[in-house]
């Protein structure tokens, strides 16, 4: 009996969840790739903010830095939810002001981009953060040596600076993405079909809600699981060169 | 007159250009002067080392020599080019000084090898990114250096897996990769285990005797007699005295001299 109701309720929500029309799981997959395609890239517009504000901080002029301390700190004082709300807004607002004044009417802001631009705004304050800490944490010699040989300052950024602090960085920016991939969540609050809104719209129409959100649960912790794996990669090449803890140790 | 042997530990004064000239340099830290005029000259071929108890400003001077510090004043001439510095004594011309650099080669006291790039990676670095020297040519060059100082067979390793003596050795290899005209070596041996020191050693005087031009901070005494053909002795942020290493060891005239000599044999 029970055996049956398991099977009856598990076939129902394989056909839910299937991948042609009637079923919502393309739907769901949609949604996943908008969420992946905003996370990426508003940690890629994140990590250049945070390059750029890390140098800032670190050996920029007091106007520079007094300016990066204050983005950083409302950025990071502020709720993301009120914020992405603010910068969407504020963002599409001013956008559309700027096309009318020329002339032009209102413009229809692609949702991608929106989001990549709120979040990545969002990103960039914790990744100057976790950069300019990793910068700190690099051994001066390292630089010091770059210098010594007649490296210019950019190339002593590129070839030396960034690979040494790899490894101290990339436990914070593997943190920073998976928040990335859920803070997407957040923009469904603005009508964006990302993952969550999708499953929203799919569990409403159809009154299954739990298996739709046990299914986005689900693509969520694979994400999760995907991108753990890539990070420990990258750690591992990050840490090329230095002994690891566990042999020490043994 | 027949030209005189590189190796001859006799300057030959007149027919050697002049490789570094320091002229009355001063650096200060905040109010805490380090440097207060010092001047010294090395021609091509000399041996020059710099002796001093701790805190003296041998470190300083080196630095301000390739401008890793700035010096508060005095002038910096190197190979006949004078180091054109702003009104605050910081390099005037950004690429002068990185041309510069790259001919004033450093080997430091705690080696400063890059701990993300292997041995071979180390030694091509910056002839490859700096001097554009074509990579194949670059590699096959690091490889007789490193053979020369004993590391043949180490290219593909990582610092981190080096004994202190063979980073220190990969590193001269690294300063020797950019065929500088003066090497500047800032006591390359203290923060090696004694039994590690004779390695180091052996490598720079191989270098001492081929005629490299070497400015040398070191505490150890009896190599500096025995490599060096001119001795400098700082205290306190000035010279106090300076000669040939027989003079210097051998006949100190100031007291301060004789203390510190007999404080470190
Ligand atoms: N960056 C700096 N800021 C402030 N003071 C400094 C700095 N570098 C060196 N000093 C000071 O300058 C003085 C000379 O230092 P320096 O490193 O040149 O001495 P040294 O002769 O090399 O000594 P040692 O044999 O211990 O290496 C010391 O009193 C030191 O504290
Ligand atoms: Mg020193």
Redesign the pocket.
């Known amino acids: 009996m029970e055996l049956i109701l398991e099977t009856l309720g598990l076939a129902e929500s394989a056909k839910l969840l299937s991948l042609s029309p009637p079923g919502w799981g393309a739907n769901l997959l949609r949604g996943l790739a908008n969420s992946l395609k905003i996370a990426s890239g508003a940690f890629g517009f994140g990590l250049l903010i945070g390059l750029f504000g890390a140098y800032g901080k670190l050996y920029g002029g007091p106007v520079l830095r007094d300016l990066l301390a204050i983005y950083t700190t409302v950025i990071r004082a502020v709720p993301e939810l009120v914020l992405i709300l603010i910068l969407y807004y504020v963002g599409t607002d001013l956008i559309n002001q700027a096309s009318s004044a020329m002339g032009y009417g209102r413009v229809e802001i692609s949702g991608i981009v929106a989001g990549i631009w709120v979040l990545g705004i969002v990103q960039g304050a914790y990744s100057i953060e976790v950069l300019r800490g990793a910068i700190l944490a690099v051994p001066p010699g390292q630089i010091e040596a770059a210098r010594a040989f007649g490296m210019p300052p950019l190339m002593t950024m590129w070839r030396v600076t960034i690979p040494a602090m790899m490894s101290f960085a990339t436990p914070g920016l593997a943190n920073l993405w998976l928040i990335a991939t859920k803070d997407t969540a957040l923009l469904a609050i603005v009508g964006f079909s990302e993952l969550t809104l999708e499953t929203r719209q799919a569990a409403s129409s159809t009154r299954a809600y739990f298996t739709f959100f046990l299914a986005a649960g689900g693509l969520y912790l694979m994400v999760t699981l995907c991108s753990g794996a890539v990070f420990g990669r990258i750690e591992k090449w990050a840490r090329r060169g230095q002994p690891s803890l566990r042999e020490d140790r043994g | 007159m027949p030209t005189a042997a590189s190796a001859d530990p006799l300057p030959e004064p007149d027919t050697r250009a002049e490789a570094i000239h320091v002229e009355d340099l001063h650096?200060s830290?905040?109010s805490?002067e380090?440097?207060k005029g010092v001047s010294l000259k090395a021609k091509k071929g000399d041996v020059v080392a710099i002796i001093?108890?701790?805190?003296?400003?041998?470190?300083?001077?080196?630095?301000c020599i390739n401008f890793l510090?700035t010096p508060s004043s005095g002038r910096i001439v190197i190979d006949g080019e004078e180091v054109k510095v702003n009104a605050d004594g910081s390099p005037a011309d950004r690429r002068q000084i990185e041309r510069i650099r790259t001919r004033l080669a450093m080997v430091f006291?705690q080696f400063n090898l890059w701990t993300h790039r292997t041995l071979l990676e180390n030694i091509i670095e910056v002839p490859v990114y700096v001097l554009k020297v074509p990579r194949a040519e670059a590699i096959a060059q690091a490889k007789v250096l490193l053979d020369r100082v004993g590391l043949g067979d180490k290219i593909e390793t990582f610092p981190a897996f080096l004994s202190g003596g063979q980073q220190q050795r990969g590193a001269i290899a690294r300063a020797l990769a950019v065929d500088p005209n003066v090497m500047l070596f800032?006591?390359p041996t203290?923060a090696l285990d004694p039994e590690l020191v004779g390695e180091v050693l052996t490598v720079i005087r191989d270098l001492a005797a081929e005629g490299r031009t070497m400015l040398l901070?070191t505490?150890e005494m009896k190599f500096a007699r025995e490599v060096a053909n001119h001795v400098v002795y700082?205290f306190e942020?000035r010279i106090e005295e300076q000669g040939p290493p027989a003079e210097v060891f051998g006949n100190p005239q100031s007291q301060r001299l004789k203390q510190f000599l007999s404080s470190v044999s």
């Open positions: 650096k830290f905040g805490l380090v440097l001093g108890g701790s805190g003296s400003g041998k470190s300083t001077m080196l630095r510090e006291q800032d006591e203290s901070v505490h700082l942020g």
